[in-house]
């Protein structure tokens, strides 16, 4: 059975600093990757998909990578801000093209000024 | 503006009596889902369906039921709702038949109290 871990489960950083999330998952055999923010008590926003072929995907100051092989995943955010303060969850997706979304627990940033 | 629509976004209620949370995206996607959020277990999916009349369980699909008569819309039906199904809930789309290559689209989120 599929597990996905996140580690860490929290993380403080000051302002300005580049951070590593990271993601890993027990069977290499997915079909995609999936990063996801979450503010309190909101919904999930999606943040980058990285297909199984690919090695990594770039949005803005965000950079995901994804290892299938050895199970992990990156989330590298530059230059932090304030406004990054959420929860990042990872999730990938499993048995087939129309499979389930397994989800991480997540990881709760907080970025102080 | 595209968009997944949960209601209601809060809601208590009492063991037994019967509660329908409507979910509707306007992005005319063909796969709709349900998850369920809890403390220490993250996000697990309960029903999802990859079109019209065609739904099917997830991983915690116990004491729910879901219907798909049109494409927009995916209601999520707890006929006797027990206080195990206290929660999180978020309803998701994304587009037509390649959800593998597709962003997962999500709701605010309902939070459900079942006392």
């Known amino acids: 059975k599929q597990e996905v871990t996140q580690i860490p489960a929290a993380l403080s950083v000051p302002e300005g600093e580049n951070l590593v999330l990271n993601c890993s998952f027990t069977d290499s055999a997915i079909y995609n990757l999936q990063w996801f923010r979450q503010d309190p008590g909101k919904g999930l926003t999606s943040l980058l998909l990285?297909?199984?072929?690919?090695r990594e995907q770039t949005s803005g100051r965000l950079n995901a990578s994804l290892d299938k092989s050895s199970g992990r995943s990156t989330l590298y955010i530059a230059a932090s801000q304030p406004g990054d303060s959420a929860t990042y969850l990872c999730?990938?997706?499993?048995?087939?093209?129309?499979?389930?979304?397994?989800f991480g627990k997540g990881t709760k940033l907080s970025v102080k000024p | 503006e595209a968009q997944v629509t949960q209601n209601p976004r809060y809601l208590i209620t009492v063991t037994g009596k019967k509660l329908t949370v409507t979910c509707s995206q306007n992005?005319?996607?063909?796969?709709m889902s349900w998850y369920r959020q809890d403390p220490g277990l993250g996000l697990r999916q309960i029903y999802y369906?990859?079109?019209?009349?065609?739904?099917d369980k997830g991983d915690v699909p116990e004491g729910y039921k879901v219907s798909r008569k049109e494409k927009r819309n995916f209601p999520l039906i707890l006929e006797s709702p027990s206080p195990n199904q206290t929660s999180l809930y978020f309803c998701a789309s994304s587009s037509e038949d390649r959800p593998s290559q597709s962003t997962q689209y999500f709701g605010p989120g309902t939070r459900l109290t079942v006392l």
């Open positions: 992005m005319n996607h063909e796969y």
């Open positions: 369906s990859m079109n019209v009349e065609v739904t």
């Open positions: 990285i297909q199984s072929s690919q």
């Open positions: 999730a990938v997706r499993v048995g087939g093209s129309q499979g389930n979304l397994i």
